[in-house]
């Protein structure tokens, strides 16, 4: 297809839409059929600095309107998003490939940010206390920090941007996102229908493309801090550059999620809860089951009971009616999952269920069937590495504490669940697992909006997290006044 047929997107800058300074374009594909969608343009930093200086500007603005006005403005945006609810996850399904189902919920999730932003009046109470001393008094206020930059990644198009931006506009600031090159099409949408619900000029504004657009965001002087989701290199750059440039950052990176199966454990629930947190999305969720440690006692008969069901998955175009397993995002992506395949044997894994024979594997899209490995240790690269696609390890553990402390020596935390009955156990785990987000007899345990997401270790750089009071916190700054009345 020749660029004439698609659109070329454009950047969304003071409350317009404008071409990038550059001819140097990519392609955007639905990755279920390789067709091309879109092409994103891969923005310069000429492009970057004038977007930043747009919001710099409307800051001076925004921060001034009442927090009362500032989330009425949030309510009509999650009405909008409400009434655009289908179209939204259409989109996502379309240039991510999750199934229709999944993207629902994402969209979902996205519009429970913008509720808990809403909030935003309550949440910028201060504190204060009358009597510090004899007639003195202190309070403490919450102000906005001024222009953030949000940089996200290809797996959530809706739910991450919207961990972000609401909260940050709700406060007082104002925002400059850089999303995905290889999902660009939502965030674009995103901003038609926030402009509908009356939001200023400015305000929110969108540079689309890469490296470049990163490395502008976290060196311009007036971004005040950066919220970025990604993978673990990444996040590791983002959090060093920036904070070396004196702003605030939060990097949510990788992960390898571990879950614990112990022998007491309802094995239809786990079985069924594992699945869809190891193959749903395509496996390409920073919370999927990646390793299961299962208790040898019941392990035969537990990988019977997941390859029974991996067996039943429908595999295809997420659009289409029934479809569970979707494609991953690129060719490129689908080669490395099948090197990854090809180590975990070399590994000498035990081959379970092997993804790359599946009728759907051999079309036309980056499909890979659900793969399981059995025998899996840490030593491994298929232990250790995040793979970001459906392919699951499970090693075999004689009890709880060689569960955890397996568990323990990854240098990612994200999730951890445990599967079981026991309550001593259910403790004992939540003691001593080094993980940020714990999830008992359930398979993905991502906290909703109002909760911090909180990863540890390797999967997260910096101190407050996105979402909850931590998110509220990462986007304002306080000042404390002391008082005597003369
Ligand atoms: P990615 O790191 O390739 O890209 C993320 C963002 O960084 C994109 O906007 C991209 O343009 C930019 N980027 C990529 N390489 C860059 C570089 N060298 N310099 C500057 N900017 C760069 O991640 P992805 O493949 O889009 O997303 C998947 C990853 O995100 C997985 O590792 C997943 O675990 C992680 N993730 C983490 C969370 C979490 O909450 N911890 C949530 C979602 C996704």
């Keep these: 297809m020749t660029k004439t047929k698609v659109e070329i997107l454009r950047n969304y800058v003071g409350g317009k839409w404008i071409e990038a300074n550059t001819d140097n374009t990519q392609e955007v594909i639905n990755p279920a059929t390789g067709e091309v969608i879109a092409h994103v ?3 310069t930093l000429e492009d970057t600095n004038h977007a930043v200086q747009v919001a710099a500007k409307a800051f001076e603005t925004w921060k001034e309107v009442p927090v009362p006005k500032r989330a009425r403005i949030l309510f009509k945006y999650q009405q909008l998003l409400v009434n655009h609810h289908e179209e939204l996850a259409r989109l996502i399904t379309i240039e991510n490939g999750k199934n229709l189902a999944e993207a629902y919920g994402e969209v979902q999730r996205g519009i429970e940010n913008v509720e808990f932003a809403a909030g935003a009046p309550t949440l ?21 920090i001024g222009v953030i930059a949000g940089i996200t990644p290809f797996n959530f198009p ?5 961990w972000m931006f609401p909260m940050a506009i709700a406060t007082g600031n104002t925002f400059v996102m850089k999303p995905s090159e290889r999902t660009p099409l939502l965030a674009n949408r995103l901003a038609e229908l926030f402009e509908e619900a009356g939001l200023p000029a400015g305000v929110f ?8 657009v990163v490395n502008g965001l976290l060196d311009h002087k007036q971004t005040a801090a950066i919220s970025f989701v990604g993978s673990q290199p990444v996040a590791d750059y983002v959090y060093k550059r920036g904070t070396n440039n004196l702003k605030r950052v939060q990097a949510l990176a990788g992960a390898k999620n571990h879950s614990i199966v112990l022998g007491d454990a309802n094995l239809e629930n786990a079985a069924n809860q594992i699945m869809n947190a190891a193959f749903g999305s395509a496996g390409e969720r920073c919370m999927a089951a990646s390793v299961v440690a299962v208790e040898d006692s019941i392990a035969d008969e537990f990988i019977e009971l997941l390859t029974e069901k991996a067996n039943n998955i429908q595999i295809g175009n997420g659009l289409d009616e029934g479809v569970f397993l979707g494609p991953v995002i690129r060719d490129n992506h689908k080669e490395r999952t099948l090197g990854y395949i090809e180590t975990g044997e070399k590994e000498g ?15 036309e899209g980056y499909f890979v069937g659900p793969t399981i490995f059995d025998n899996v240790t840490s030593e491994m690269k298929i232990w250790q590495e995040e793979i970001f696609a459906p392919v699951l390890s499970i090693s075999r553990v004689s009890n709880l504490e060689e569960g955890i402390d397996l568990t323990n020596q990854s240098r990612f935390a994200n999730g951890a669940c445990i599967f079981t009955k026991d309550g001593g156990s259910v403790r004992k785990f939540r003691e001593t697992i080094d993980a940020g987000m714990l999830g008992v007899n359930i398979g993905v345990p991502a906290p909703m909006a109002f909760f911090p997401f909180s990863g540890w270790k390797d999967s997260f750089y910096g101190d407050l997290h996105a979402n909850g009071k931590d998110g ?4 304002t700054r306080k000042k404390v006044i002391t008082t005597k009345w003369v």
């Design 41 to 43: 343009p891969l923005s």
């Design 124 to 144: 910028m109470m201060g504190e204060s206390l009358p009597s510090i001393a004899t007639e003195l008094e202190s309070g403490v206020y919450r102000y906005p």
């Design 158 to 162: 809706m739910m991450v941007p919207c």
């Design 205 to 212: 504004n969108i540079v689309h493309g890469a490296h470049d």
């Design 349 to 363: 894994a035990k081959l379970v269920r092997d993804g790359r024979r599946d009728e759907a594997a051999q079309q």
């Design 472 to 475: 509220l916190q990462f986007y």
